[in-house]
């Protein structure tokens, strides 16, 4: 058995349950959790499993490796799934599956993605790429900040940290997790500081991973690319974990079932179970949403 339960497990089990063969696409393979269960669940499926990270394909490798030639690894982004399944000879898949974000072991892993730590000031998910959060903070304007932090986070203080940053590095170069977390903290009003259920600094962090990583961008062309390389009746599922992402996906999916192209299978997102919560607190901010391709 796994490890670590990947979010709305028994939820993707069972959407992907019932297709009667062909090929998966995990295009956020991560640590190989969801698709081990649709491997286990659904003896008819094959799985193709990408991720940019590459220490998620080696833990992948591992984890699936009972099931052999029913899976096939490649690192890459989902941005270029067609292709890569062309690289595969594959034409259509009868699903995909996106769990967007990072991984749980990529938190762990120092990789400057958690200001639960000390660490340096990383965000790459994929590290052959040049550009990290460390040059994002120390070298982009005022106003470049304010307008990545506001726009990929809400985050109501955006324009006084983006200031504040600026100010900090005139000084010093903005280093670390923990550097970037302490000058968020500062810009908080006193009473706001520890009174959210969430620390002042998550939205920063989310808004310049984004950056870093060009996730709404390859969401956008990943989601065209799935949806044009899904065969009839097959499933398209994705997991996102914060409005920005949800919304991107929720307006696709409208737009295709109004050229009646997919037909929306989720009136409502589903979320974690109380069950789920209890289980794996950190599913809490997990949406799900799918889709049938017509
Ligand atoms: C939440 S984790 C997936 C966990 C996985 N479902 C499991 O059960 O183990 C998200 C993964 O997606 C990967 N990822 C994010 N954006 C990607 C992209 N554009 N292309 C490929 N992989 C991506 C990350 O590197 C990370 O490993």
């Given at each position: 058995m796994v490890d670590h339960y990947p979010v709305l497990y028994r939820e993707i089990i069972q959407f992907f349950r019932y297709i009667e063969n062909g090929y998966l696409v995990?295009?956020?393979?991560?640590?190989?959790g969801h698709s081990f269960l649709i491997l286990k669940y659904n003896p008819n499926l094959k799985v193709v499993g990408i991720d940019r990270d590459e220490y998620a394909i080696e833990i992948a490798k591992d984890r699936l490796s009972e099931f052999k030639d029913r899976v096939i690894i490649q690192k890459g982004s989902f941005k270029d799934i067609d292709i890569l399944l062309e690289s595969l000879s594959i034409k259509k898949a009868s699903g995909f599956l996106f769990d967007l974000g990072v991984s749980h072991f990529q938190l762990k892993l120092e990789r400057g993605f958690s200001f639960q730590r000390e660490e340096f000031l990383d965000m790459r998910?994929?590290?052959?790429?040049?550009?990290?959060a460390f040059d994002v903070v120390n070298s982009l304007s005022e106003q470049q900040l304010y307008r990545i932090i506001r726009d990929y986070?809400?985050?109501?203080?955006a324009l006084r940290i983006a200031k504040r940053i600026v100010d900090y590095r005139?000084?010093?170069?903005?280093?670390?997790t923990r550097e970037l977390a302490d000058i968020v903290c500062q810009v908080y009003p006193p009473n706001l500081r520890y009174s959210s259920?969430?620390?002042?600094?998550t939205r920063t962090f989310q808004a310049i991973r984004i950056y870093v990583n060009n996730e709404l961008n390859q969401l956008e062309t990943g989601l065209e690319k799935a949806i044009k390389l899904t065969e009839k009746d097959g499933i398209i599922a994705v997991i996102s974990f914060h409005s920005i992402e949800d919304r991107i996906v929720k307006h696709t999916f409208k737009k295709y079932q109004q050229l009646k192209i997919l037909e929306v299978l989720t009136k409502k997102p589903v979320i974690p179970s109380k069950k789920e919560l209890m289980e794996?607190?950190?599913?809490?901010?997990g949406k799900l949403r799918v889709v049938r391709r017509l």
């Open positions: 995990d295009a956020t393979l991560g640590g190989g998910m994929d590290r052959s790429q040049r550009l990290t986070s809400e985050e109501k203080f005139r000084n010093k170069k903005i280093e670390t259920r969430i620390h002042p600094a794996n607190p950190a599913s809490r901010s």
